[in-house]
């Protein structure tokens, strides 16, 4: 019986690196082309495991071509794999060593990876509006601190650009409806997610797409996926402050604590915070353990046919 065959790649927009784990892992290039990628393929074992940074589009042919042809894809995050780098004392950072890096990474520790399955042509779609809409936003409060910063000298020049940057965002959002009523089914779960106080148009755009892309088995999983879950830091007697692991998607994060601050003014919500707060907890923190509150019932009521927020269960375990 084979090995299992391991396969790192990495992925630039003209090429691609690749080296497959072995005892003398050497590294080949080839042209990031489809009938290259293809003629490629046909020389992995059937059930070969190719590992990838997602790098905007540029993996995105080897990643659909690659499941295309059988081989389990797994998306890799460029922090993680920043990490192991450094972990294995890897001397130094090209394309060959990263191929070898993430190959190795493979080898160890592909069994506790989730593996990539490309999206439909309405998780794509929605995909690029919500990335838009989120370019958008960055953009925004990046002007905004400029013209705030310097108001007399160039708050006039800016205010155009601003005011066509939030016409766009609007219409992006009007997009994301659009893109979600052309589904029933999403369009029925979004609208049973906006029960949820504080939950908005955004927000439950934002939650559908990714309920409808990823499986979680339960809110705890969607909970870590998301980074915010308290990270422990202990050592022997030591009981360090826990943090956010932060892991996933920032903009996601800000938009799951933009809807806990939303809920923060709801009054069936101030039982439930003034009860941390009286702990000792920063609002801050509170904000968090409501923001994590949130998903544990967008993810019951996503599960479950025909559930709506109670918010009579706030006070209770979900």
């Known amino acids: 019986m084979e090995a299992q065959q391991f396969v790192g790649i990495d992925v630039a927009k003209d090429t691609l690196a690749l080296c497959v784990w072995g005892d003398s892992p050497s590294v080949s290039e080839i042209p990031n082309k489809s009938t290259d990628i293809r003629r490629w393929l046909r020389s992995l074992a059937p059930d070969a495991k190719l590992g990838m940074e997602s790098t905007g589009n540029y993996h995105r042919l080897l990643a659909d071509l690659a499941h295309e042809s059988g081989r389990t894809v797994y998306l890799l995050k460029p922090k993680t794999l920043k990490h192991y780098r450094h972990s294995v004392h890897a001397r130094g950072k090209t394309d060959s060593i990263d191929a070898r890096v993430i190959a190795r990474y493979m ?55 601003q005011k066509a940057i939030e016409e766009a965002m609007k219409k992006l959002e009007h997009r994301v409806d659009k893109e979600i009523d052309k589904t029933p089914e999403l369009a029925e779960k979004r609208k049973r997610l906006e029960t949820i106080a504080g939950v908005g148009s955004i927000n439950s755009g934002v939650l559908t797409h990714i309920f409808s892309r990823l499986d979680f088995k339960n809110p705890e999983a969607l909970i870590a996926y998301l980074g915010l879950d308290p990270r422990p830091m202990e050592s022997g007697k030591f009981k360090g402050r826990r943090r956010l692991s932060k892991q996933g998607s920032g903009w996601i994060r800000c938009i799951v604590h933009m809807a806990a601050m939303a809920a923060a003014k709801k009054s069936e919500w101030q039982a439930f915070m003034q009860r941390h707060l009286a702990k000792g907890l920063s609002r801050t923190a509170v904000l968090c353990i409501v923001a994590r509150k949130i998903l544990r019932i967008a993810w019951a009521i996503w599960q479950k046919p025909g559930e709506v927020y109670d918010s009579r269960r706030i006070a209770l375990p979900v």
Do not use: F, N, Y
């Open 107 to 161: 080898a160890q520790e592909s069994h506790l990876l989730r593996s990539w399955t490309p999206p439909t042509p309405e998780q794509d779609r929605l995909d690029a509006v919500l990335k838009a809409r989120k370019t958008c936003g960055r953009m925004l409060g990046s002007i905004g601190q400029v013209a705030e910063a310097h108001k007399e000298m160039i708050g006039d020049v800016l205010e155009p650009i």
